[in-house]
């Protein structure tokens, strides 16, 4: 029968193409110099096209931007670098090369039962905190923030003692892409958790008045699509109606001063903000759980990647919040801890806005703006946008997860430690 035949090569051929992952041969990841207002205007134009995937963009000094292109948009847009005299690099000749070198280093420890400094699946993540609330009930439990479009959990790991009273929010995985942050998060829950029960007298100290509330996957659809299939996207997984387009940026989703600056209304763009503020089910669930405690927090941190900064509000305005020196005097507390257990060079603080560009609807933003706690922060990992591993940029190879988590983790202690009473 050759309709049954056809049918069955149809669908053999779909199976084989939805199993596909989506390859980066020769994609370049090139740095923009762009100095006069003409040229950086140009590129703010190109980044609304989805052929031109801004990965990092700093404004201070001088404009630098760097950009992954498919061979065709290369070509295309090297044209424009000429005629406009935009001073181009390329960083990196082959991202395809950067991802096979990330999964040769994972495949390394690919079999190893401990998760911490690994770029590891949602179930090893969510089994990880389990067996932790399992072994020390008294130290570690979890919560369902809320659950995902493809119906994951939303899972909190909560690190308290009897003594704790203020709260403090870490958040990772917000972008599908930004692997060492899940993996920054997870180290976190570990040093918490082991330095505590070892006697480690900054854990203590720290535990004996904060609660942690640490959701390493506020993303989890779009984490597990970046294992599956396609290693750069960013978004969740939520369909649009309407178009073919998936997801929404979910750090320009939240209901604060939504859409109001640097987000997209088109579901193809990668900062698309969604159909409305706080559309998103991941928005809501952070939303909701940090309603459920009012006045309780005194932190919130949203961890993301890559960059090397340590940003305060706001994201949607260049109008400094008005106890920015307090904000920054803390945050550069949180780089010399990150200097004390690295070697912190290229991390500087600021206004995100100031440093990078206007993003509305970003989530920490809405924790400081809506929700009023004050330290709201929002951090960008290794490697920096320049110097030192900044060509792997979302590719980072595993084996400097363990040095992010290190040096997240002294900074983050260190600023805490500043603003615990
Ligand atoms: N790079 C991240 C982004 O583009 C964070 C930007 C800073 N945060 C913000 N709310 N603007 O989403
Ligand atoms: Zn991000």
Known sequence: NFNL???????????????????YDNYKLVNLKPKT????????????KADFDVWTRIKTVEESV???????????????????????????ENMQRNVDEQERSMALTRNSKNIVGRYARYTEIQSFIDNLAATYPSLVSSKIAGRTYENRNLKVAIIKTSTSTRKVWIDCGIHAREWVTPATCVWIINKLVTGYNSGDSLARELLGYFE??????????GYEYTHTTTRLWRKNRNPNSGSSCIG????????????????????????YAGRSGDSELETQAVENYIKQYPGQWDSFLTIHSYGKWWFTPYGYTQTLPSDFTELNNKAKIGLAGISASGDGSGWISGSSSRILYIASGGSEDWAYGTAGIKYSYCLELRPGQSGTDSFYGFTLPEDRAPKAGEETYGGITAFLKSIKA
Not at 5 to 23: I, N
Not at 37 to 48: A, G, M, R, V
Not at 212 to 221: A, G, M, Q, W
Not at 258 to 269: D, M, Q, Y
């Open 37 to 48: 207002p003409l040229q950086i205007h140009l590129i703010t134009e190109w980044e609304e």
């Open 66 to 92: 760097n950009v992954l292109l498919s061979p065709q948009a290369f070509v295309k847009y090297s044209v424009m670098f000429k005629i406009f005299k935009i001073p181009a690099q390329i960083m990196e």
């Open 248 to 271: 929404t940026d979910l750090n320009r989703n939240y209901g604060f001063k939504w859409l109001t600056g640097g987000s997209s209304t088109n579901p193809c763009s990668d900062v």
């Open 5 to 23: 035949a056809l049918c069955v090569a149809v669908l053999l051929f779909g199976t084989l193409a939805l199993a596909e992952k989506t390859r």
């Open 212 to 221: 942690f509330h640490i959701l390493p996957l506020v993303n989890p659809d």
